[in-house]
């Protein structure tokens, strides 16, 4: 059955459904699915994993900085950030030292051949909008629109700890 918004309609107002399909967890979840799927073969070419890509552009934009901040940065806990860490270490992309003024706190920072795959990388977000379709005003509106539920997500995610 159907209601008037050609929605299916399983006798429960679209806040309480249990249809898969309305849910916005997987909606979120099958964009993510597919969005890293269409980044797969750009990242491939420059040898890298999607992750390992977002670490990459952390650290292109903020230089060195401490394993602490990239993983915030990043929204991820240390142990998901210290493997691939080191496995961009074994590429030779980023070094690991302990900070001099501190030595708790571990610095992050791109080795030159990690600062010369920046340049290839340069056309990845270029080339995944024209894989997908979208063009600049559509991209910036669903970013606002996900930074605003991660935000809100967030902080009821906090009220229920």
């Not at 929204?75 to 496995?87: A, E, H, M, N």
Request: charged share 30%; proline share 3%; aromatic share 4%.
């Amino acid at each position: 059955m159907t209601n008037d918004e050609g929605t299916r309609d399983a006798g429960i107002g679209a806040e309480g459904s249990l249809l898969l399909d309305e849910q916005l967890c997987f909606a979120l979840y099958a964009a993510q699915r597919a969005v890293t799927a269409a980044y797969r073969p750009l990242l491939d070419e420059l040898g890298l994993t999607y992750p390992q890509y977002l670490v990459l552009l952390v650290l292109w934009e903020r230089g060195e900085t401490t394993v602490k901040e990239l993983a915030g940065a990043l929204r991820l806990d240390y142990g998901t950030v210290s493997p691939l860490l080191k496995r961009l270490q074994a590429a030779g992309l980023v070094r690991r030292e302990r900070a001099a003024s501190d030595e708790r706190s571990v610095l992050v920072a791109c080795t030159g051949r990690g600062e010369e795959l920046r340049e290839r990388a340069a056309r990845v977000p270029g080339a995944l909008l024209a894989e997908t379709g979208l063009d600049g005003p559509e991209v910036q509106r669903l970013r606002e629109e996900l930074w605003q539920l991660a935000t809100k997500a967030t902080a009821a995610a906090d009220r229920t700890r």
